[in-house]
Every structure is written in C-alpha cells, then in structure tokens.
C-alpha cells in the first residue's frame, strides 16, 4: 500500500512539474519569439556633452551611415537595427555604468562602444563580465587589444591602434628628417596614456628609421588646458628643428594659435598626427605653413570614388564633415552588419565574435578597397594610414603618402615582443 | 625636475624676457576672471561656482559678434556689457533666492547653471571647436626684446587687464558706488535702512563681476579655442587665486595671479611635472599660515 502511495505522490509531482514547465513555456515563448523577431538593439555609450561632444556627435554619424541604409532596404532578415545612444560624458565609471544599463535595462544586446580611450578600458571590463559582442571604435590607445591581458574574446577594436601610426608616421618623419637635417627633436603632447604612449612610439619609430634623430625637451600639457603660453615658450627655448605633437581637438586649435604668435612654425619642422581632421584644420584661422599631418579622414585619402560616395553621402545626412571617428564608426558598423548576416540575425555574443574575427570585408577606408579584422588580436588592419602636408584650403592635404603594411606588421610584431605581448 | 633648465634660462636674457611675459600673459588673464569671483564674494557673501560658465558665455558671444561686425573691439565690449546683464538676470533670478542659504545650495543652483548653460551653448554653436584666429589689427609679427619674443596681441591683453583693474580699484575706494558696495558689504540691512536699494547694488555687483568674466572670455577668444565645457578648465585656477589672494580682495587677486602666473612659466621649464602641485602647495601653505589669505580681510 505505501509503495503505490508513493508512486502516486511521485506521478502527481512529476504532473505538477511538467505543468508548471509548460505554463512557463507559454508564457515565456512570446518574450523569446519578440527577442528574436524585434529590433536588433544596439547600445552607444559615447561623450555627447563637454569638450569632446564631437566625438559622440561625428561618431553616431558614421553609424548611421550604415544603419540606415541597411534598415531602408528590410534590416537583417527583417529586424530592423536599432540604435541606443547614452552619454558618459567623458567619465570611466559613467562609461562602465551607461554599459551596463544599456544591457540590463535597455535590452541591448550589442555594444557599439564609441568611447575615448579612458572610457574604453573600462567598458572592455564591463564586456568582460556580461560577454555581449563588443566594438570600440574610437580609442587608439594600442594596449587595448595588444595586451592579451586585456584580451576579451567578444571585444574587438575598429580604431586605428597607436602603433600603427607611430611606425608609419615614424618612417616618413625619418625620411623627411634625414632629407632636411632634422636631428634636435622636441615634443609636446598632452598628458595622459594616449598622449604619453602615441608619442613615445612615434620618437621610437623615428629614432629606428633615422638613429641620428634626439629628443632635446619633452612639453607635457595637462588634456584641455587652455593656455598654452608656457608650453609654447619652452619648445621654443628648446631650439630644436622639429616638432611631434599628439594634442588633438580644441587643444591642437589653441596650440597652434597660440604658437602662430610667437612664430613657432617657423622656427622648426611640426609632425602634428592629429591636424588632418575636419573640424580641426578648416577651423584654424592663421594656418601654419610647412606642418606635416597624419591622414585622419580625408575625402581625397584615398583618393577613391567610393570614398567620395561615402563622404557626400555624410555630409547630406549629417549637415557636418566626417571626422576620423566617423570613418572608424562606419567600419564597425559594415562588420557588424556582416557578422549578423552570417549568423542571421542571432545576436549571440560568441556566434557574433566568430562571425567578425578575421573578417575581410569591403570598405572605402582601406589600402587596397578592403580591411580585415585581425583574428590573432581582434583588431583591424589595412586601413589608411600616412602623412602629407597640411594646407589651409582644400582639400585640406597634400603630396600624402600612404604607409605600406607590410613593414608595419613586421615591426608590430617586435614590438609586442618587446612589451612581452607576445 | 630640471632645476638646471631653470638656472640656465634665469641666466639668458631671452628665456627671461620670455617667460616673464608668459607669466605675466597667464596671470593677467587670471586675474580678470578672479577678481570678479571676489568681487562678488566679497560684497554678497557668495562664491560663484558658475562664473567660468560667463567666461565661456564671454567668449562665445565676442565670436558671434566678431562674425558680424569685424571688429574685435566692438565685439569685445559688447561680449562685457552681454555677459554683465547676463550676471545681472543670474543674480536677480536666482541666486538672490539662495542669499544667507546653505552654501550646498548656492553650489546646487550653480552647478546647475554650469551644466545648463554647457547644452544651451551646444545647442546654439554646435559642439564642435570654433576658433575666433588673430583680429587682423595684431597680426603682426612679434617684438623682440633682449632676444626673447613678446607677440603684440599679448601686450595688448595684458595692459588691457592692468587697467581694468586699476579702473575697479579706483571706482571700489574713490567712487560713491564704491563706498556703498563697501558698506553693503559689512552691514547690508543697515546701509538699507538708511534707504538705500541695497538689492540694486548687489545686482550691479554681480552684473559688474560677470562683465570682468565676460571681457576675459573675449580676450582670451583669439588665443583659446572654444568648446562647450570651457569654463570649467579657468574655474579651478581661479579659485586659487581667489583662496591665496583672500577672498574679497582685488589687490589679492591682483597678487596671487602674477604668482600663479609666474609659477607656470618659470615652472614649465623648471619643475614641468609638479607646476600643479606647486601651485595646490602654495595654497595649502596660505591656508595653514593665513588662512584669510595673502591680503584677505580676518572672518568674525
């Protein structure tokens, strides 16, 4: 008797689970169905307010670019994309938490991060832990995917990476230094990690491609300091003849008017990476002459129609230039776009991550028409790079002459040896 | 530290024709902006937490009107009289509602106007960088003397600044306006009593106070680039002007920011890494020994 009790007792439980399951089920299928069906939601932390507004406002642009073409023609099997834009405002910690919210309360379930350097250490964390597919677009700082350490296997990065730079730029400053004697060397970046190590990689690169190159005296200015007079005065009392400079926005605007009145720039050779910007150098009103600048975007770098294509299409959506966080927004996009055709439309941050590590895709931005993400470090290359010189009218740029790649990857991988990346 | 940098500049007639201009350049810009930051404490008992946002409305405003007009002296002193009537409506509005409250609460309703004057300033000239460049009647080149580089525009900006202060030095101790913002100062209710609109007073102060940030603001625009947020970058600095100066005093001010001044130039050479530090050191050192400040009145 007790045994066919206890039968009956574990039949009606097993009835009551089972029901309970279902009713779950039911209930809950809709909420699944709608996650896979509705839009794909992508969140945008980014600084739309303060100093550095442009950077959220130039980069949502390059989003757009792509997103709404895709959206115009059907979306991603029919889910149309999209995009939550937060502002942090420049802060880390309001960065991690605008990340986090955008996942749990706002139900995104990508991360288009579009965050200053500062920022984008912390959001990496952020990814770390929640594991949604992550794409920094904006920061240079090149320890972000160099350092495996720092390595998250669903964050990837569409910025150009610092040392990139510094090694073309430091190839065409040493033939520039060595065609006009330029030993005596003098920098003036601002003070803080992209400052400190995009400058000391480019001295390095320089100093690798022409050895009889010396850095006489080092300006280090505090990021958005307003008054540059002091700063000015002591790389002129350094006498040098030449200049590398890594300030970059309002900061390289003031600097170079400040400078123009005690006739810096013509005292010495000025490497400014950061001047090619729209925004930046059709706002500087005493251009100077003779300043080489990197090629941040420029609508005739490469000189491409569908380059051309991209940057009118821009401008009439926009109402403003591109900037080079357009460009880098825009690429995120197109891989990301990629990525979710190849998975249709499963948003899975891992499915994603697969999908995007060692993408080649077409882009305007590249060498040669394409970019690819490198699987290795999940960082894009054959993007654009170089210098020429700058000029006040436009097209803002002149005589540019793109960096080959091959010699930078090569150098890219002594170099993370050196810093024990590799 | 480079102490050998600093030796060898203080011994070259050029580096110290220079710097010295540079620290004088750095202050006088300072002590406009601080001097009316203890202007305004001074007679109403009230720190201005929003006063870098007048200077960025200075600069902004001296842009627009140099766009339209092509004189940067009209769009100078327009930029001072726009800002002081701004100061005025500021005072009027709202701060005149938190006189004698918690001085969380004037930070409170300051705060708030920093971050609402930040967007509407967005929203008017957009968020990107907008640079005013030299009005064509200073570009010329530098002048040289003893070797060292002093740019036209600079002298101009601080002899501009020497006499403004000297003007409000002299309308605060010989002027009938003076006399009454003194004694507003020390016993408000009484000075209104003897029927005087003493709320008249404390709003020309303020409009006074704003107009001194405004006409920094416009001289700074050649130089400086302008953003959204560019106000918070001055207020730090000229609180510690204010702090080292005493708060209250014009003549402190006057002090402090040559010292401020001459600590950056010198010391972006010298001591490079720590010119910060040096001046927060200064400071904690008048706090510890005089704590009113170099030339602050004692507190009852």
């Known amino acids: 008797m007790a045994s066919t009790n206890a039968r009956e007792v574990n039949r009606r439980r097993l009835l009551k689970g089972a029901g309970a399951l279902a009713t779950a089920g039911v209930i809950g299928m809709p909420a699944i169905l709608k996650g896979q069906s509705g839009a794909i939601k992508i969140g945008v932390p980014t600084i739309l307010s303060g100093r550095v507004a442009v950077l959220g406002q130039t980069s949502v642009g390059g989003l757009h670019t792509v997103f709404d073409k895709v959206n115009e023609t059907g979306g991603i099997n029919g889910r149309k994309i999209e995009m939550v834009v937060r502002d942090s405002k420049g802060a880390p910690q309001e960065a991690a938490k605008v990340t986090r919210d955008l996942i749990n309360n706002d139900g995104c379930q990508i991360i288009i991060d579009a965050e200053a350097s500062s920022g984008a250490f912390a959001v990496q964390e952020v990814i770390r832990e929640i594991g949604v597919l992550c794409l920094h677009t904006n920061s240079e700082t090149s320890s972000l995917t160099a350092d495996p350490k720092l390595h998250v296997p669903t964050a990837f990065r569409t910025a150009r990476q610092g040392i990139h730079d510094a090694i073309g730029g430091g190839d065409y400053a040493a033939k520039i230094a060595k065609a006009k004697s330029l030993k005596k060397w003098v920098t003036c970046s601002p003070d803080y990690a992209y400052g400190r190590s995009n400058t000391a990689e480019f001295m390095e690169y320089a100093k690798y491609f022409d050895n009889s190159i010396q850095v006489v005296d080092e300006a280090w200015p505090k990021l958005f300091q307003p008054d540059y007079t002091e700063v000015v005065t002591k790389v002129l009392n350094a006498k040098a003849d030449a200049m590398y400079s890594a300030l970059w926005g309002g900061d390289l605007v003031a600097f170079i008017d400040q400078g123009n009145l005690y006739g810096l720039f013509d005292k010495q050779a000025s490497f400014m990476v950061n001047l090619g910007d729209y925004g930046i150098v059709d706002e500087v009103k005493q251009f100077p002459q003779g300043v080489y600048s990197g090629g941040r975007y420029n609508r005739t770098v490469p000189p491409t129609k569908e380059n051309e294509d991209w940057y009118q299409a821009y401008v009439k959506t926009q109402k403003h230039k591109p900037t080079n966080w357009s460009w880098e927004n825009a690429v995120a996009a197109e891989l990301l776009v990629d990525a979710l055709r190849k998975t249709n439309g499963d948003t899975n941050g891992k499915k994603l991550a697969e999908a995007i590590k060692g993408a080649k895709i077409k882009s305007p931005f590249g060498v040669d028409g394409t970019v690819t993400m490198r699987a290795e470090d999940n960082t894009l290359i054959n993007y654009v790079i170089g210098y020429g010189l700058s000029q006040s009218k436009d097209p803002y740029i002149s005589d540019f002459k793109t960096s080959s790649w091959e010699p930078i990857l090569e150098l890219e991988k002594a170099w993370k040896k050196k810093q024990g990346y590799a | ?300």
Not at chain 2, 51 to 72: D, E, K
Not at chain 2, 107 to 115: D, E, P, T
Not at chain 2, 169 to 178: E, M, N, T
């Open chain 2, 1 to 300: 530290m480079d102490l050998e940098a600093l030796m060898r500049c203080l011994g070259t007639g050029s580096c110290v024709v220079t710097q010295l201009t540079s620290g004088l350049i750095i202050g006088m810009l300072l002590f406009l902006i601080a001097s009316g930051v203890t202007l305004i404490f001074g007679v109403l008992n009230v720190i201005n937490f929003a006063h870098g946002s007048l200077y960025m409305a200075g600069a902004y405003i001296a842009w627009t009107l140099y766009q339209v007009s092509g004189s940067y002296f009209v769009s100078a002193l327009g930029a001072a009289v726009a800002v002081g009537l701004l100061g005025v409506l500021f005072e009027r509005l709202l701060m005149s509602k938190v006189y004698g409250s918690n001085v969380l609460m004037q930070l409170l309703v300051c705060y708030a106007v920093v971050l609402i004057s930040d967007d509407l300033v967005k929203i008017l000239w957009g968020p990107r960088v907008l640079s005013m460049g030299m009005p064509a009647e200073f570009r010329l080149p530098p002048l040289r003397f003893m070797g060292g580089v002093v740019p036209p525009f600079y002298l101009f900006m601080i002899g501009t600044a020497m006499a403004i202060g000297l003007v409000l030095s002299l309308i605060i101790a010989r002027s009938r306006f003076g006399k009454i913002v003194r004694a507003a100062a020390v016993n408000g209710p009484m000075v209104s009593a003897l029927g005087i609109r003493v709320n008249l007073y404390y709003a020309a102060v303020f409009g006074l106070g704003s107009a001194l940030a405004g006409i920094a603001g416009a001289l700074a625009a050649p130089v400086r680039s302008l953003t959204p947020g560019m106000g918070f970058s001055i207020l730090i600095e000229s609180f510690i002007v204010t702090v080292i100066g005493g708060m209250g005093s014009i003549a402190g001010a006057f002090v402090a920011s040559l010292l401020i001044g001459f600590t950056r130039s010198f010391g972006s050479i010298g001591f490079p890494l720590f010119v910060d530090g040096v001046m927060f050191l200064i400071m904690a050192l008048v706090l510890i020994f005089k704590p009113s400040g170099l030339f602050g009145r004692q507190q009852r």
